[in-house]
Nanobody, 121 residues
Framework: QVQLVESGGGLVQPGGSLRLSCAASGSIFSINGMGWYRQAPGKQREKVAMIYNSGSTHYADSVEGRFTVSGDNAKNTVYLQMNSLKPDDTAVYYC???????????????WGQGTPVTVSS
C-alpha cells in the first residue's frame, strides 16, 4: 500500500524558514513527479511547487524566489525549503505524488495527510 508521509511543519516567525519533507513508501516502480500543495482556512487547495523526473520544477508565483523544491528519486522523497516566510504562507501543506506506478501495474495520484505551517509573531 502506497503512503506519503510528511514532516517538518510548525510555527515560525515572519521572515523565518522551515523545511518540509515527504517520503513515499510502498511497492513503487516510478513516480512522474512529486511536490506540494497547500490549503489555507476558507480557501481552495493550491499548487505550491512540483519537481518532475525530468528535473524540471514549477512554482506558484506567490512563492517563486522564496521556496525551493528538491527531490531524491532513489528514496522517493521530496523536500520544500521555505524561506522568508510570510503570514500569508500559513496553511496545511500536502505532499502530492503525480502518476505513481506500482510494481503491480496499479497507477494513481496520491496525497499525504498534511502538515500545518503557521507563520506568526
Amino acid at each position: 500500500q502506497v503512503q506519503l508521509v510528511e514532516s517538518g511543519g510548525g510555527l515560525v516567525q515572519p521572515g523565518g524558514s522551515l523545511r518540509l519533507s515527504c517520503a513515499a513508501s510502498g511497492s513503487i516502480f516510478s513516480i512522474n513527479g512529486m511536490g506540494w500543495y497547500r490549503q489555507a482556512p476558507g480557501k481552495q487547495r493550491e499548487k505550491v511547487a512540483m519537481i518532475y523526473n525530468s528535473g524540471s520544477t514549477h512554482y506558484a508565483d506567490s512563492v517563486e524566489g522564496r521556496f525551493t523544491v528538491s527531490g531524491d528519486n532513489a528514496k522517493n522523497t521530496v523536500y520544500l525549503q521555505m524561506n522568508s516566510l510570510k503570514p500569508d504562507d500559513t496553511a496545511v501543506y500536502y505532499c502530492y505524488a503525480d502518476d505513481l506506478i506500482e510494481y503491480s501495474g496499479a497507477r494513481d495520484d496520491y496525497w499525504g495527510q498534511g502538515t500545518p505551517v503557521t507563520v506568526s509573531s
